[in-house]
């Protein structure tokens, strides 16, 4: 096991299958001569040249719709967002034509396409640079989201993304990519697309979390432990498809469960893994399932208030607490 | 690096050289207009101003940077340092009812459209008595009573807000006219195409700019987009022009005839005005891209400086007296930072403020 930053086993990844197949190739703003915005894509010019590691001009719209093209015609194209929230400008490529092309055409064309950026907040960057888009992604038919937590799940699945038919959205976080984990020195690492993974186990409460909120809810779980509150804590890693098998053997076991999103309510990942919850598990529901998400307002720019915005570890504690009815 | 010659290459490479082998400037400036200040139309008192406005905004963000380095807000913080003779000699040449907007290097705009020291200080840390109330902070400054329209973070978003700004001022028929600024790098968003198109086809009195300051982020004009940016314009068959943008006479010659055209005619126009950005693209760039010597050459030419030195050459006002000027805005600088850390946060409760015109709603609190 090597220990590796976010941003390195990200680097990996896309190293490995820049290397392994000639028809990847990277772009976005910043991703050659200045070597990423986030130094994601360090070194990649000088190892691969100007062909395959492109600088993109402001125009998201565009090139999304340039690699959605390149795609069907054979390329592995991994798009980078600068952050997801300036693929707003680029939705219609992404959800008109990416995620329907090959329905639309009865299956005459693939779209082999990752694109991949930092998701959500990332301090206090105001309203618009600050929105999470996977549950948003997650609503359309035809793309698969993930959205990792830790330096081994990415470089596992974002090494499947790239060898994913379909097209892939692959989230990031600016506040992830300097943190370490150890990640597989296995040969050609690779984590399967749609599996949850139990990240501690516990028998008292069930607890969701995926990408930045992982680590909100990690913490919630050390404080909770010197309290004698074991959490179960499950990391999607993959927002659609969704590992319910993984969360519904959870929750039979621990009959609690809070989910952590990093997304605005209505509609989101919380909502929706709560409903199959509650159909599938009724049964075993000691208490209705709860969840910490952002309230539903937009982020502020104040430091006071982008506090009291973000979900932090405490809101996790105060939410187990209730299903625990320790409160 | 590639070593087949013929492998296809997208992105126009690097540094551009010229036939002698020197790095080519990221923007070449055109000439300043020789005209002064009298034959211009201002008068002494005029150009004093001008040299305020430039000095509060220099002086201003020289001091936020510090107070960002010294960890007293955070977020991002882009410098207008070296572009400040175009929103200067804009204003002077504009009627204070018309709409400005700009993007998220927008300390400068804000100051000379009547945001003072202290809400602007205030905003960058995030206080209740900011301009946006602590809510948007340095990218979203914004004095709507003072038709000035904000600071926007989306590259080239508010362009087509601009546009309806005049369309609404057409409208009206109010005789206002509204004025959009954008970066070189904002000319590439598929935004300011539709907006053209539409400006020109309906005929809004607004002014597209595009401040040329050489790079967006990383990356050289030349690397990002093609052609000279203003020759646009003739696509969507637009009247355009092009120029220097470290002197405020300069600028504010040139916007005084445009915006008249404009106003009359109630018709657009697409400019592109020549400057250079001295500091990083935010507070985080290494500046890899580009060499000191650049930096150096169009510090040659800091419209600040300049307009000290017309001001004294032409007798306008003594050194002592200059000088006294400057203290004075370094005192109402230094008295913004110390408003900003005295006021309080906003309330908690704000957090829910500022959402709806109507009774809020809140999904699941
Ligand atoms: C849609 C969108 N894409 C990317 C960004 C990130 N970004 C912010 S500023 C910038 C460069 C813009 O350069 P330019 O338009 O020349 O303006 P300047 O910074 O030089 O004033 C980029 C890429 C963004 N804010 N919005
Ligand atoms: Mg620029």
């Known amino acids: 096991m090597a220990v590796l930053q976010f941003r390195e086993a990200l680097l990996q990844a896309i190293d490995e299958e820049m290397d392994r197949d000639e028809n990847v190739f990277i772009m976005g703003e910043e991703v050659a001569e200045y070597n990423g915005a986030y130094k994601v894509t360090e070194g990649l010019l000088d190892k691969y040249g100007f062909k395959r590691v492109i600088d993109t001009p402001i125009s998201e719209l565009g090139f999304s719709g340039i690699g959605v093209g390149a795609a069907m015609k054979g390329l592995r194209p991994i798009v980078e967002f600068m952050t997801f929230n300036f693929a707003v400008l680029a939705a219609d490529q992404i959800l008109n034509h990416a995620s329907k092309i090959r329905y639309m055409l009865g299956g005459q064309a693939s779209v082999p396409i990752v694109f991949r950026g930092p998701n959500a907040s990332a301090g206090q960057l105001a309203a618009t640079h600050s929105v999470a888009y996977d549950s948003m992604y997650a609503h359309f038919p035809g793309l698969v989201v993930i959205y990792p937590s830790e330096p081994d799940d990415a470089k596992g699945l974002l090494k499947s993304a790239i060898r994913c038919e379909d097209p892939v959205i692959f989230m990031e976080s600016e506040q992830m990519y300097g943190m370490k984990g150890e990640v597989s020195d296995e040969e050609d690492y690779i984590i399967p697309i749609g599996k949850a993974k139990v990240k501690r186990e516990g028998d008292d409460v069930t607890v969701i979390a995926s990408g930045k909120m992982y680590h909100v809810a990690k913490k919630a779980a050390a404080e909770l432990a010197k309290d004698g509150v074991e959490m179960e804590l499950i990391d999607p890693r993959t927002i659609k498809p969704l590992d319910m098998d993984t969360i519904i053997q959870s929750v039979k076991k621990t009959n609690r469960c809070v989910i952590v999103d990093e997304a605005h309510p209505y509609g989101g990942m919380a909502a929706e893994a709560g409903f199959i919850i509650q159909r599938e598990a009724f049964d075993y529901l000691d208490a209705p399932v709860r969840r910490v998400t952002l309230p539903d307002v937009h982020a502020p720019f104040a430091k006071n208030l982008f506090d009291l915005w973000l979900p932090d570890a405490k809101r996790v504690i105060d939410a187990v607490n209730a299903v625990t009815y320790r409160n | ?365």
């Open chain 2, 1 to 365: 690096m590639s070593k087949n010659k013929h492998e296809a290459i997208f992105t126009p490479i690097g540094l551009n050289y010229d036939s002698n082998g020197r790095v080519e400037k990221s923007v070449e400036l055109p000439p300043v207009t020789k005209k002064k200040h009298k034959s211009l139309g201002l008068s002494d008192d005029d150009v004093v101003g001008m040299f305020r406005q430039m000095y509060l905004q220099r002086r201003f963000e020289e001091r936020a940077m510090q107070m960002y380095q010294k960890g007293k807000f955070g977020g991002f913080l882009h410098l207008y340092i070296g572009q400040e003779a175009i929103s200067t000699g804009t204003v002077y040449a504009l009627d204070d009812r018309d709409d400005i907007i700009t993007a998220y290097r927008d300390h400068g705009w804000g100051l000379v459209r009547g945001i003072t020291a202290n809400e602007g200080m205030a905003e960058l840390f995030g206080k209740a008595t900011g301009c946006s109330k602590g809510k948007g902070g340095s990218m979203h400054f914004a004095k709507a009573e003072n038709h000035f329209w904000g600071g926007h973070g989306i590259v080239g978003g508010h362009i087509p807000i601009a546009a309806g700004l005049a369309f609404a001022n057409k409208y009206k028929g109010n005789g206002e006219i509204s004025c959009c600024f954008f970066g070189d790098g904002a000319v590439d968003q598929g935004s300011l195409h539709e907006t053209l198109n539409m400006a020109q086809l309906w005929k809004l009195p607004c002014i597209f700019v595009v401040e040329n300051n050489g790079y967006s982020m990383g990356t050289a004009a030349h690397r990002h987009t093609v052609g000279e940016i203003y020759e646009r314009a003739n696509g969507y068959g637009m009247k355009s022009a092009m120029f220097n943008g470290m002197d405020a006479f300069t600028v504010y010659e040139n916007m005084k005839k445009i915006a008249d055209d404009v106003r009359e005619n109630s018709i657009p126009y697409f400019i592109e005005i020549r400057t250079y950005r001295y500091r990083g693209h935010s507070m985080s760039d290494p500046q890899k891209y580009r060499t000191k010597q650049e930096l150096e050459e169009y510090q040659k030419t800091d419209p600040v400086e300049r307009m000290k030195t017309y001001i004294l050459d032409e007798k306008i006002l003594k050194e002592k007296e200059l000088e006294s000027i400057q203290e004075e805005i370094e005192q109402e600088v230094l008295e913004s930072i110390d408003f900003a850390e005295k006021s309080p946060f906003p309330e908690p409760e704000e957090l829910y403020e500022d959402m709806f015109a109507g009774t809020p709603y809140f999904h699941d609190r």
